[in-house]
T-cell receptor, first 114, second 110 residues
């Protein structure tokens, strides 16, 4: 049973470009969560999605950031017009259908903005 | 924000038990205690969780005090691969997010 998959594992962008981060949840999981970890800090919640719905985006920056989890395919975290302060590790987690209990995390995407 | 207090760092000799404390004096009756760890910037790994009874699984044991204001994660025989940052988190069972504080950096020494 494959775990949470994230790609790419490393992403380099220049200021002003767009970054797209992908997350495939564990098989049978329809709840996806995105977290960001800045250097030397703990993980910070960004957004919680179910298939085709954003349930909680209280941790998302108001501008340039968006997330989706379509009916088919992976969840996407999109960052437009990236700035150096967006450089961080972005982790995706998923949880089972029936309850939200434990979240299982992917390996993360390391974004570096030059 | 995080509702837990953990020591910043700890050392443990390889093969000995590692006891990681956590204070959560404001925990509510419907909040669980979860433990995760993060090994060298990998994704956080779930370890164990509990409400009020002590819990044990293949990785660790969780001891929760009777008043639920503190808990201890026990790794019975620490190995070098257990070197990681350990996060103690309290959360309602069906909450949307985990609040990760700064955790305890555990170093297992040969």
């Amino acid at each position: 049973n494959a775990g949470v998959m994230q790609n790419p594992r490393h992403l380099v962008r220049r200021r002003g470009q767009e970054a797209r981060l992908r997350c495939s949840p564990m098989k049978g999981h329809s709840h996806v969560y995105w977290y960001r970890q800045l250097p030397e800090e703990g993980l910070k919640f960004m957004v919680y999605l179910q298939k085709e719905n954003i349930i909680d985006e209280s941790g998302m920056p108001k501008e340039r950031f968006s997330a989706e989890f379509p009916k088919e395919g992976p969840s996407i975290l999109r960052i437009q017009q990236v700035v150096r302060g967006d450089s961080a590790a972005y982790f995706c987690a998923s949880s089972p259908d029936r309850t939200q209990e434990t979240q299982y995390f992917g390996p993360g995407t390391r974004l570096l903005v030059l | 924000d995080a509702k837990t207090t953990q020591p910043t760092s700890m050392d443990c000799a390889e093969g000995r038990a590692a006891n990681l404390p956590c204070n959560h004096s404001t925990i509510s009756g419907n909040e669980y205690v979860y433990w995760y760890r993060q090994i060298h910037s990998q994704g956080p790994q779930y370890i164990i969780h509990g409400l009020k009874n002590n819990e044990t699984n293949e990785m660790a044991s969780l001891i929760i005090t009777e008043d639920r204001k503190s808990s201890t994660l026990i790794l019975p025989h620490a190995t070098l691969r257990d070197t990681a940052v350990y996060y103690c988190i309290v959360r309602v069972y069906t909450g949307n997010q985990f609040y990760f504080g700064t955790g305890t950096s555990l170093t297992v020494i040969p």
